[in-house]
């Protein structure tokens, strides 16, 4: 595509978005000798929150966006009106996703060495706008999956060692950016071994890399912003107090050394028919489950997109009964996950439980 043509896209994608253009107008746009660039901003860090941004980490009920969704007004105009209506107060952001890229302008040279940075947004621009909407920010940054980082040094597949020295420091590195930018939360995911293994004795050295990565992010960064992580699913059931799983994952390793945990809870995602043709069970159960484990908060992902819905259930009905679980067991608020970030049924289901709300 010519600079020309894309320029053109840009101004219609510009002149159709309303509450979208700030957020848009923050991306950056690399056209290979091109440059052309959108200005950033250049406020100080101490002048990014808006006045009207949340700071308190809990009861929080959020959707996820790839670092792509910022250029599609339809989506960034759908998440606004959704903050409008009181539907959410939370958005997680990527910045540095499952392909190895990380999603704004890092500091890091290793970043930059291995061409992972993509300059794609103005991460504090980004936040501040979201900070002025009222939402609460929540960066997600994959770890240990990263096909970038792995093909540098020199690894077959996609996954980094967890206790590399070198693969520590660049993911610590970069959340210090991103804590530079202003962001309420930083939400680590692919925080784990590669699933692959059976369930058998001999794992424990996986689960002390992984609790030992957190406590040194906590001792860096802890008090600077909010920690969580997403974990699977099945991490949330007692048999995971045995240390049989692979991937290293426990929630009494884990859960010392961040506020929040967000199980990911896809009914679709389980092998048993009474979860997946069941969502409010699959909620529920999970959370009884972890709940008697340990104490800290759990804020689960659930599941927004469309995949092995039961024969009789909308995707909307299959939504809200997961939303009913989570808010009868107690969870701390709750995240909704799309992998396309397409949220019309959302939408729909906060919808129709208002009107239910209201006796129409």
Request: glycine letters at 6%; aromatic letters at 10%; proline letters at 5%.
């Amino acid at each position: 595509m010519s600079c020309c043509a894309t320029a053109a896209r840009m101004s219609s994608m510009l002149k159709s978005a309303t509450r979208a253009l700030p957020i848009l107008c923050a991306l950056l746009i690399l056209l290979g000798s091109a440059d052309l660039r959108v200005v950033q901003s250049q406020a100080p860090l101490d002048e990014i929150a808006g006045e009207g941004a949340s700071t308190d980490a809990h009861g929080h009920i959020g959707l996820y966006l790839t670092s792509y969704a910022f250029a599609r007004p339809d989506i960034i105009d759908g998440m606004f009106a959704a903050a409008d209506e009181g539907w959410i107060d939370a958005v997680v952001v990527n910045v540095k996703n499952m392909h190895g890229e990380v999603t704004f302008s890092s500091t890091v040279p290793l970043a930059e060495e291995i061409r992972a940075n993509t300059g794609r947004l103005d991460l504090a621009a980004v936040v501040a706008q979201l900070h002025e909407a009222g939402l609460y920010v929540i960066a997600r940054q994959v770890l240990f999956f990263d096909p970038l980082l792995a093909e540098h040094l020199e690894l077959a597949g996609t996954w980094v060692p967890p206790d590399d020295p070198l693969v520590r420091e660049y993911n610590l590195a970069i959340a210090d950016d991103v804590v530079a930018a202003g962001v309420d939360e930083i939400q680590f995911d692919y925080i784990r071994y590669p699933d692959e293994g059976d369930l058998q004795v001999g794992y424990d050295e996986r689960y002390g890399v992984i609790a030992g990565f957190l406590e040194t992010a906590q001792s860096r960064i802890g008090d600077r912003v909010t920690l969580s992580v997403d974990i699977f699913g099945r991490v949330m059931w007692a048999w995971n107090m045995r240390h049989i799983d692979p991937i290293g994952q426990s929630l009494e390793t884990m859960a010392p050394h961040v506020d929040l945990i967000s199980p990911m809870l896809y009914p679709s995602h389980y092998n048993e028919e009474t979860y997946y043709n069941d969502p409010y069970r699959t909620i529920s159960d999970a959370l009884t489950s972890g709940m008697e484990r340990v104490d800290t908060p759990f804020r689960p992902f659930l599941q927004a997109f469309d995949l092995r819905i039961p024969a009789e259930m909308s995707l909307p009905s299959y939504i809200r009964a997961q939303i009913e679980a989570a808010e009868n067991l107690g969870a701390d608020g709750y995240l909704f996950w799309h992998p396309g970030c397409e949220y019309e049924a959302l939408y729909e289901t906060f919808r129709l439980r208002g009107q239910a709300a209201d006796g129409r």
